[in-house]
């Protein structure tokens, strides 16, 4: 009886955390996930057993509440995977300070001899490229037994820029979030929902407002195209950088070129705007790969992106055009590109260029690692058919 997988995901993006648990499951691997109330819990598969270790994520708790509250959900994690020292162990999000959950219990998971690996998303935390967090970074990423990547841009940076052996990495491409289905209506009938005409063209930025995403270049680019209207979803932080942002956008809301929900988007409220988008801009200024991309690409919406990391490697004439440089007038450049086709990409064609990217088949390289690791398992990597191998 192959040993359960205990998959950690430190709160992590919840239709992330769903999409691998469930893709392991599929497969045959037996899963428990030390989830947390963010977990879409209704939508596991019958093979994934959910522990809620981390509880509550509310970001408007006191601080000492939470100081106590991530005190207690390391300690419970650690006392677990303890008491199951052979079971294999799958880190998918880090948490912050790095310093404990990266080295200390990475180290303590590791010293009972049991496979542990850890998904690389970035080479360093965002808008925290630092000396001191590169040299951080270069410690934690010597821990694990195996090293999981999104890109091929990914392995080569572990490689070329922390000496990481090339046997260590293990390439698995991001998988599609299937969470949030396309509202079944065209085009017009999604932007009548949002209260804009229906040939308006729309551009949508989808997420967290974070200087990496290059959000200031967005602004200046639709400020300089009356044409375009902007759909934003995703909250400001109250620093400075979301603070101007935020300013800018209430000035646009003035024009009638913006639609905005601010904060926390249900999944109701994602279909709309993905379904009246007839483009997703993407220009970051670093990413490895980006999970708003696939969820484009999957509803059938083209992007524009800039060319960096993973966005390399997916983005093609079939699914978006390139962002060619880090301007606003260079993001305008491209957004213009896009319509001025012909036509606007169909949705099929779109979503056919990620067709090959569901969870179950993208896990395989690590389902594989995992029947070498542990020689009793029941299960393989997937067909080109769909099924677990034998």
């Known amino acids: 009886m192959p040993k359960e997988l205990l998959l950690v995901s430190h709160g992590f993006q919840s239709h992330y955390e769903l999409g691998v648990a469930n893709g392991l499951a599929e497969n045959g691997v037996p899963v428990r996930l030390l989830g947390s109330d963010t977990t879409l819990v209704d939508r596991l598969h019958p093979g994934v057993r959910f522990q809620n270790l981390r509880g509550s994520q509310d970001e408007k708790r ?62 360093l935390p965002h808008d925290r490229h630092t000396a001191a967090m590169r040299r951080l970074y270069w410690w934690i990423y010597r821990i694990p037994s195996r090293l999981l990547v999104h890109t091929e841009s990914t392995r080569q940076g572990l490689i070329e820029q922390f000496g990481i052996r090339p046997e260590k990495i293990l390439l698995v491409p991001h998988g599609l979030n299937d969470a949030v289905a396309p509202l079944d209506c065209s085009k017009a009938q999604a932007k009548r929902l949002l209260d804009l005409p229906a040939d308006a063209r729309t551009v949508l930025f989808f997420g967290h407002v974070s200087p990496f995403k290059g959000v200031e270049l967005l602004m200046d680019a639709v400020e300089r195209m009356p044409e375009v209207t902007l759909l934003m979803a995703g909250r400001c932080t109250p620093d400075s950088y979301g603070n101007a942002i935020r300013a800018r956008l209430v000035a646009l809301r003035q024009t009638g070129r913006l639609r905005w929900f601010d904060g926390y988007v249900d999944e109701a409220t994602i ?64 957004v213009r590109r896009y319509f001025a086709r012909e036509a606007p990409l169909d949705a099929e064609t779109v979503r056919g260029t990620v067709k090959a990217y569901a969870w179950k088949r993208t896990l395989a390289p690590y389902i594989e690692w995992l029947g070498q690791v542990q020689p009793t398992l029941a299960f393989g990597p997937a067909r080109p058919d769909g099924q677990s191998a034998p």
């Open 62 to 123: 006191p601080r000492w509440v939470k100081a106590l509250g991530l005190l207690r959900y390391h300690v419970k994690l650690v006392a677990l995977a303890l008491l199951r020292p052979r079971h294999p162990v799958m880190i998918i999000g880090m948490l912050r300070p790095e310093w404990i959950v990266g080295l200390v219990e990475c180290a303590l998971l590791r010293c009972t001899g049991r496979p542990l690996s850890l998904t690389v998303h970035n080479l």
């Open 271 to 334: 279909a709309r705007v993905f379904a009246a988008a007839d483009l997703v801009a993407l220009p970051y200024r670093h990413i490895d790969q980006s999970g708003v991309l696939l969820q484009a690409l999957s509803l059938g919406v083209p992007v524009a992106a800039t060319r960096v990391g993973g966005f390399n490697e997916l983005v093609n004439p079939d699914n978006g055009v390139f962002i060619e440089a880090l301007t606003g007038e260079a993001v305008a450049d491209a």
